[in-house]
């Protein structure tokens, strides 16, 4: 009904076309299928609204299965589809969420341990550090640094590399259950032949737009072409998403710049402080604030990424709906993806490589000094960074949103037809049910719903080496997740007209590329975020007692402080109450009396060419043990793949029967017309014979 309403024309007029355009002009003000009735009138009728409101919109049930068939039943199978995916993406994300919890108290259990953090910590070692800014910070005590050395321990262990290994071959694990699970909704809901005869109808606008091109076209055109858009018509809008999208880009990546500025700014200024309090946790003040920045930044940016992505693919006219959500949802990852991982990103792979060394530091934008990690690296910042994202993201941007956005519309629309709430209740019980159904939220795609999924999807599994607890998060998010968009679905929105679909379509082929990037971007957090290669080459090539006593101080370059350049030394350097000659700074250069000073020093050419090959090792054996995986289970279930079997040999024989029995017929009638028809050359009637012999061929 839904289809015919979008391609019936209403005025005379060729460009005039379907309800689509009826919305538009606002000759209706929305259009949409009906609920089946009460949810929480206790006297109402029993209805499929009502039992999903009680059996699965509703947290007191967030440990029950979803009742998939009835989500379907009602909803289609496009919505059915989504909310089983969601329901195996969680129950995958148990024992991910377990094996992170355990490399987390692996941690926590060897922190007292760990020989680098205990050097750290030890007073004796008496270890004088380089100012961390020009003139504003002064020199100071590494000791001072062992708390965030103890907690970076906790997720920088050697467990790490056996979670990141183990990540990769859960998302091919949790990819190849939800193939099988595909395949056996499909089976179920009677879709395995789905999409095979199935023609694309095309979109209300795109038919619209080509009337109006066929109108602008010459008389002369030779009627027998068929008219559609081509690349030359959609060149302006390619042009205009390719422009918009890169500059869209360049604003995230200048707002993540200027986050930067932000955190190299406050750290001065709060070094000049005169208050003991400003004074005494810089280094968490700036993280903390730098990430809620950020977050703040990525949630208000999410909002305008997604109008903007739909208005290109609105202004590229795509044929089929289906090819306007492939490039909708193409568009908007593009631009989230990058929003959300831009700050990620910097601080795993760009931090603290950028910045120079003492006497010869690397300046941006003027004076603004490039900042460097602590000397336990800056994978506890990008762990500060991932949960804070996480977290916000799923408490603000997914649940807050989700439950205080329709809230609040519903409320507005309540006050704008200026009612009391005696009065509403009065009205409530006159109205019909398309009349409170116009009241509820409209309902704009599933894309959204996915969108977030997808996003948390890369969290969990593209930096997980540095934040194993990420699946656990996850796992609590989205057992609230699945009864909030329950709820939101059968009590916020109105129906969604029902689609049928036999997969999850684009959203697989973005989770399958997110698991092989993952591998890579692990290997990368391992090997250079991370101390993990570092301490390894240390212990068995460098250490005297193949432990990793000393390897503290084999990290550390010596600087003289003689060679500050003009205007960088500290304002205070006896600022530790004694005078300071040489400082420490964490780097691989030769020290200042070599002949070489300050050049990269030969353990630093080891260690990259180890972190280097242990990226190309840990990459191919990952990669080639989830291919092994994928290989080894079967996309389609045994007693599916033995049904479907069946049903094609019942539908042969059925077939084989078939024209054997119409080969028969055709014999049988080529036999009658023989026995029947008169002579060409004999003009007389049938003889009476001719009837008992075609009786008894009848009857063999």
Not at 7 to 30: C, D, E, H, P, Q
Not at 69 to 80: A, D, H, N, P, Q
Not at 265 to 286: D, E
Not at 584 to 589: E, L, N, P, T, V
Request: positive net charge; charged residues 20%.
């Amino acid at each position: 009904v839904f289809e015919v309403l979008k391609r019936i024309r209403w005025t005379r007029a060729n460009y005039s076309m379907g309800i689509t355009s009826l919305l538009a002009n606002g000759v209706y003000t929305s259009a949409y299928p009906l609920h089946d009735g009460g949810i929480e009138d206790d006297n109402a009728e029993p209805n499929d609204r009502k039992l999903l409101f009680e059996e699965w919109a509703s947290y007191s049930v967030f440990y029950k299965y979803q009742p998939i068939g009835l989500i379907r039943t009602y909803f289609g199978e496009k919505v059915g589809l989504y909310f089983a995916w969601l329901g195996v993406y969680t129950q995958m994300l148990i024992p991910a969420s377990i094996i992170g919890v355990i490399v987390f108290l692996y941690g926590c259990a060897t922190v007292d341990d760990n020989i680098p953090s205990m050097e750290i910590c030890d007073p004796r070692n008496n270890i004088t550090m380089c100012p961390m800014c020009d003139r504003a910070c002064s020199y100071w005590k590494l000791v001072t640094a062992c708390g965030t050395a103890r907690a970076s321990h906790l997720f920088d262990n050697p467990a790490t590399v056996f979670f990141s290994i183990f990540m990769a071959l859960w998302a091919v694990l949790f990819m190849e259950h939800w193939k099988r699970r595909q395949m056996r909704l499909n089976y179920v809901w009677d879709l395995t032949d789905y999409g095979m005869d199935e023609e694309d109808h095309s979109r209300a606008e795109y038919e619209l737009r080509v009337a109006e091109k066929t109108m602008r076209q010459d008389k002369s055109a030779p009627k027998e072409e068929k008219v559609k858009l081509t690349c030359t018509d959609r060149m302006p809008a390619y042009l205009t998403t390719v422009v918009t999208m890169g500059f869209m880009i360049c604003v995230t990546f200048a707002i993540a710049f200027g986050v930067i500025l932000y955190r190299i700014s406050i750290k001065a200024a709060l070094h000049m402080s005169t208050y003991p309090a400003a004074r005494s946790n810089i280094r968490a003040t700036v993280k903390t604030t730098a990430a809620i920045i950020n977050l703040i930044v990525i949630i208000i940016l999410d909002e305008i990424y997604a109008s903007i992505a739909r208005w290109l693919t609105t202004l590229e006219v795509p044929k089929t709906d289906k090819s306007f959500e492939e490039r909708l949802i193409f568009k908007t990852f593009i631009l989230k993806f990058v929003n959300a991982f831009t700050p990620i990103v910097y601080l795993a792979f760009f931090r603290g490589r950028l910045v120079g060394r003492p006497g010869n530091y690397l300046y941006v934008v003027g004076s603004y000094r490039m900042e460097e990690c602590a000397h336990a690296g800056c994978l506890m910042e990008l762990c500060i960074q991932l949960c804070i994202t996480m977290l916000g993201k799923q408490l603000i941007q997914n649940n807050l949103f989700e439950i205080g956005i329709p809230k609040l519309k519903k409320l507005l629309r309540k006050r704008k037809s200026e009612l009391t709430s005696k009065q509403e209740e009065e009205l409530n019980k006159t109205l019909k049910c398309y009349e409170k159904d116009h009241f509820l939220g409209p309902f704009v795609g599933i894309s959204p719903e996915y969108m977030e999924m997808i996003i948390q999807f890369g969290m969990v599994t593209l930096f997980v080496a540095s934040f194993p607890l990420a699946p656990l998060f996850a796992l609590l998010n989205n057992i609230i997740e699945i009864r909030l968009d329950a709820k939101k679905f059968v009590k916020e929105l109105r129906r969604p007209i029902a689609a049928k679909a036999k997969d999850i379509g684009i959203w697989y082929n973005l989770l399958r590329g997110l698991s092989k990037v993952a591998v890579i971007v692990n290997a990368f957090v391992i090997a250079f975020t991370s101390d993990f290669i570092p301490r390894l080459v240390y212990q068995y090539k460098y250490s005297s007692d193949g432990t990793m006593h000393g390897f503290v101080n084999h990290t550390l370059s010596y600087f003289n402080v003689s060679d500050f350049e003009p205007g960088t030394a500290p304002l205070q350097p006896g600022h530790l109450g004694h005078d300071v000659k040489v400082c420490r700074y964490k780097d691989y250069r030769e020290p200042p009396w070599s002949s070489t000073a300050y050049q990269l020093s030969k353990e630093f050419w080891v260690i990259l060419a180890v972190r280097f090959a242990f990226v190309i090792v840990f990459q191919n054996v990952v990669m080639l043990m989830s291919d092994f995986v994928d290989w080894l289970i079967p996309d389609i279930p045994k007693d599916i793949s033995l049904q479907i079997h069946k049903e094609k040999l019942l539908m042969l024989e059925y077939f084989i029967k078939e024209e054997q029995g119409k080969r028969l017929t055709a014999q049988d009638n080529h036999s009658h017309d023989d026995c029947t028809s008169p002579s060409l050359d004999n003009q007389s009637p049938p003889q009476p014979r001719s009837r008992p012999i075609f009786h008894a061929r009848a009857g063999w």
